[in-house]
């Protein structure tokens, strides 16, 4: 059976005294609860934070971005080595911010991803469409191709040590959900096509949600049988929204 799995991107948001105050109301919040795995992906510069206020507690920590490379000249880039060194479990990768702001491919996406999975970290692999993709009927098309580019070049079990995380970018901070019947849609397509190359893969894959998921529809979301937790943004700044979230996908 596959746990839920709910994870924080806090994106470039945060400082070292509201971090301190939202990471211990998360650990309070959260003490004694088993069944799902929480975790919070973080600005590098403060995972050393996220690891002295989580090292103690079952919440996982990571970050939101790696360099393709394992270390030389590449100004202001970060290693996976270097968040292992930090103790981080999770990073993502190919978030649509990335692709779409910094210009990262799905060729890039798939070196990220390898470099991640080599140094012993767990990728969180974001794919989803633009509205105008869904808008013109290509959805399927479009997380399809962003599957193939890792499973195409490292195997359908590269993503037995990985998330999928199906994020629409046009219910990214837009306040504007999926509906749980679209997304469980997408969600089934990609369990579907997985499940084409490996059933054992497909059914233990964790395929998280995001895009405006809160306390309010969380429950409703993670009920959908191939949906198993969320990848939270703007709500999981705040404790009492991220918790609340938390505790929907308990099983
Ligand atoms: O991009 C997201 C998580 O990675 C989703 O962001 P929001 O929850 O703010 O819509």
Redesign the pocket.
Known sequence: MREKLVAG?W?MNGGLAQNKALLEAVVAGMAGVQGMGCAVCVPYPYLFQAQSSLKDSAIAWGAQNLSQHDKGAFTGEVSAAMLLDFGCKYV?VG???RRAIYGEDDATVALKFEAAQKAGLTPIL?VGESLEERESGVTEAVVARQLDAVTGKFGVAALSKAVV?Y?PVW????GKTASPEQAQAVHAFIRGKIATQSKAVADGLVIQY????KGSNAAELFGMPDIDGG??????LDAQEFLAICHAAKR
């Open positions: 991107n994106k993502l978030h649509s911010e974001c995380a994020e219910a990214i901070g837009t995001g895009g405006s998921v990848l939270i943004g703007g709500a999981s």
